[in-house]
């Protein structure tokens, strides 16, 4: 069995997975807002496309419907 490596080592092993972590967040945080503002664009395209898209996808209307509010909704302005 290999000896564990000096501490230097194992705290860069662990910034490093950080790191793997937080990039992978960051692309699935963009990729769900794409896909998000997409939904967005097809639930306008007519009146009832909301339905006809949570009955596509296997989700609720309201699961939907709170997916595109979260990433299109308007933040306010700070003050």
């Not at 705290?11 to 967005?40: I, P």
Request: proline share 4%; aromatic share 6%.
């Amino acid at each position: 069995m290999t000896p564990r490596p000096d501490e230097k080592t194992v705290k860069q092993l662990k910034e490093d997975a950080r790191r793997a972590l937080q990039a992978y967040e960051d692309e699935v945080a963009a990729a769900e807002k794409k896909y998000a503002l997409r939904l967005n664009d097809l639930k306008n395209s007519y009146h009832g496309a909301l339905t006809d898209i949570s009955d596509a996808l296997g989700k609720t209307r309201d699961a939907i419907y709170k997916l595109i509010k979260r990433h299109t909704q308007k933040t306010p302005a700070s003050k």
